[in-house]
């Protein structure tokens, strides 16, 4: 019912920032609860942060506390992950995803109906 597409993903040195967009279609992103999730090789899919539905709500996992802001602008249909202060351990793909669930445990994968096809983010040291 939503297609998600992930963009601005690349490589930068330790230290650095790099913003992520999630460009929903289909339906309006404003009726889902969404967050977005890193993969690095050989590990599982990470929780980073999520937004609610009018983004007055954001949570985060505590790697990433301070350096990571979550926002959406749902005029445009849109979320995007604010990316400061990235250290090598931030290496991975980031995929945006979606779900209508509040009850939802927000840091599982598994809560999440609608992906996005991935975007990589390298930071080299």
Not at 64 to 77: H, L, M, P, Y
Not at 99 to 123: F, I, M
Request: charged share 15%.
């Amino acid at each position: 019912q939503v297609q998600l597409v992930e963009s601005g993903g690349g490589s930068v040195q330790a230290g650095g920032s790099l913003s992520l967009s999630c460009a929903g279609s289909g339906r309006s992103l404003s009726n889902y609860l969404i967050s977005w999730f890193r993969q690095a090789p050989g590990k599982e899919r990470e929780f980073v942060a999520r937004i609610s539905w009018s983004g007055t709500s954001t949570n985060y996992v505590e790697s990433v506390k301070g350096r990571f802001t979550i926002s959406r602008d749902n005029a445009k249909n849109s979320v995007y992950l604010q990316m400061n202060s990235l250290v090598p351990e931030d290496t991975a793909v980031y995929y945006c995803a979606a779900n209508t669930k509040l009850e939802r445990p927000p840091h599982l994968a598994s809560s999440y109906d609608y992906w996005g096809q991935g975007t990589q983010v390298t930071v080299s040291s």
